[in-house]
């Protein structure tokens, strides 16, 4: 898999976002994890480029904190077909067998495609 730090990508706002998948330009979707930690970032693919989701405005590249946060924004805007890429993601509320386990989520293999 190749690693794409969110950051060397050309943001698209919000409503840019839905005006791509109005006019049926978005190809493929994607939830990643961020290089360093500061959560989920998605990822769209308009065919000639990829673009990370930003911010109104122009204010910088969109973090999720939850997957949910994440995957409504593409399922608002009529993106029902995503892939995932979650590994070095821990969600805020860890699964139980990972506090047990005392897992830090390091070498989990979790990418599934919806």
Do not use: C
């Amino acid at each position: 898999m190749i690693t794409i730090e969110p950051t060397a990508l050309q943001e698209i706002e919000p409503k840019a976002l839905q005006e791509a998948a109005d006019t049926y330009r978005v190809r493929s979707a994607e939830i990643r994890a961020a290089e360093h930690g500061e959560g989920l970032v998605v990822i769209v693919d308009l065919g000639e480029d990829k673009r990370v989701v930003g911010l109104a405005r122009g204010r910088g590249v969109r973090y999720f904190q939850s997957f949910d946060g994440a995957a409504a924004l593409l399922l608002e805007r009529g993106i029902s077909e995503f892939v995932a890429h979650t590994v070095g993601w821990i969600p805020r509320t860890q699964p139980k067998w990972m506090k047990h386990r005392g897992h830090n989520g390091e070498g989990l293999i979790a990418a599934a495609s919806i």
